[in-house]
């Protein structure tokens, strides 16, 4: 039932909207994955036209936006500890009779909209993952109405993407493409199918042009973005279902653009075609995040991952061959329910199998209205605890080792931003290690967006250090 407080926004076209002079104040704050990330940027490019600007800095704003994501644990209790922060910041600026706009988009948003709106009635607007699109006509509704809460959490029939301005900012030499949404794989721990919706590929023309747009903003390195992106299946050429290796194959030939990634995949979606790319196409980078999630078959099952152990090193053996020296990084969950000392066991040794050059490791932590939330033998949580600490030094080990494999060798970086010390920037490698190297030599002078050739002198466990071994790759 919806709070007296809230209007439920039916489904209808935004628009309508005048715009206005940069006179606004923007803050968002975006929580967990690329993709919000990603949304974020999109949001800000959309409000930009009803005058807003962006600020770096909650105080004195005007509009403030929380991005959230329902992955992590304790999402809900984290977002409503920030809006008892922006709760007394829209209550200072009452006083002085400014009003100050508060939206919450994203995943939590989306699951828990009513609680929200109940909870917290100062926030101004509720939108899902799907719905940011509609923000300029909500924000239109809320300064001229009384201020109910404005909910937009349906799953609309045509794709915001349809809704988004086609410019884009760039400001980086690096950016993310959300080429896909949602997820029909419905793993019994997550989810992102009741936040995100069912899996959505974009037309392969829509992301080329705006691949296009990107570059000419100055970006060289994209990462295609999706919950399950390798089950990317975009229109292509009127009517063709393409896969995520014929989308990189077009934007590999674009100008300018100098690397590609792709992130999150499945194992069950990594296609002979995808990893026969990683052998023939020089701008993917050799790195893929390959989440596992376990090694033990039986909790596999459990969780509806789709794929055996013997299937998922399967798929590595053929990235290997096709890309020798592609590292791979992964996800795993410890502690699900009904997982046992030797399905822990199994998962210790599937790391020591492949060799991780970086990996994501948590403990188990139920999702309501999940399956796995009502698995009748949960683990206790410090056994979890536990489990995890084990895993997680066993991955710090095989991190620092592909790290310190480095030193010694040269290797490519694209320079992304000043480093933490005077005369210093960082750069990236292949593998998305961060360099540090200085940023003049007696005959060159770095900036950013340059790819170089370093020579890597040290590491540690997160980073490497280098100076500089060559002519410029791309300026």
């Not at 419905?186 to 990107?214: H, I, M, N, Q, W």
């Amino acid at each position: 039932m919806t709070n007296q407080n809230t209007r439920n926004v039916p489904a209808t076209t935004g628009g309508g909207f005048e715009l206005a002079p940069a006179s606004k104040s923007l803050f968002i704050k975006t929580f967990g994955c690329q993709m919000n990330v990603y949304d974020s940027e999109r949001i800000s490019e959309l409000l930009v036209p009803l005058g807003y600007t962006i600020k770096d800095a909650l105080e004195n704003v005007d509009m403030a936006v929380l991005n959230t994501c329902h992955i992590r644990e304790k999402a809900s209790e984290k977002l409503f500890s920030e809006l008892g922060r922006l709760r007394a910041h829209k209550r200072r600026r009452s006083a002085i009779g400014k009003q100050m706009i508060i939206a919450v988009a994203g995943c939590v948003a989306q699951a828990i909209g009513e609680e929200i709106a109940r909870r917290v009635p100062e926030v101004d607007i509720v939108v899902g993952p799907q719905t940011y699109h509609r923000l300029p006509e909500l924000i239109s509704r809320i300064e001229s109405t009384s201020g109910d809460t404005q909910i937009c959490t349906e799953f609309p029939v045509n794709p915001k993407f349809d809704e988004l301005p086609v410019e884009r900012k760039g400001g980086s030499v690096s950016a993310f493409l959300s080429v896909q949404e949602g997820c029909d794989k419905f793993c019994t721990f997550c989810v992102v199918p009741y936040t995100r919706g069912a899996e959505y590929s974009r037309p392969v023309d829509d992301l080329v042009t705006e691949a296009k747009l990107l570059v000419e903003c100055g970006v060289k390195e994209i990462t295609l973005l999706g919950q399950n992106v390798n089950a990317y299946h975009g229109q292509h050429l009127g009517k063709q279902v393409s896969s995520l290796s014929v989308l990189i194959e077009r934007l590999a030939a674009l100008k300018g653009l100098s690397r590609l990634r792709y992130t999150t995949s499945h194992p069950k979606d990594m296609d002979l075609s995808l990893i026969d790319a990683h052998g023939r196409i020089p701008e993917l980078m050799p790195s893929v995040h390959l989440p596992v999630q376990s090694g033990s078959d039986r909790i596999l099952e459990a969780m509806n991952r789709r794929y055996t152990v013997a299937d998922y090193l399967g798929v590595v053996d053929k990235l290997r061959t096709a890309r020798p020296d592609i590292a791979l990084s992964s996800d795993f969950i410890v502690g699900f329910p009904g997982e046992t000392e030797e399905d822990f066991r199994q998962t210790m040794n599937l790391v020591k199998t492949v060799g991780y050059a970086q990996a994501y490791s948590f403990k188990y932590s139920p999702r309501p209205g999940t399956p796995a939330a009502a698995g009748e033998i949960q683990i206790e949580d410090e056994i979890k605890w536990e489990r995890l600490q084990v895993l997680q030094n066993l991955l710090v080990e095989q991190q620092s080792k592909f790290n310190q494999s480095l030193v010694g060798a040269a290797t490519e970086i694209l320079i992304e931003k000043p480093g933490r010390y005077p005369g210093q920037l960082v750069g990236r490698t292949p593998y998305l290690q961060p360099v540090h190297v200085a940023a003049k030599s007696d005959n060159q002078e770095l900036n950013i967006g340059d790819i170089i050739q370093v020579n890597i002198t040290g590491s540690s466990s997160n980073s490497l250090m280098g100076t500089l071994g060559g002519d410029y790759i791309n300026d």
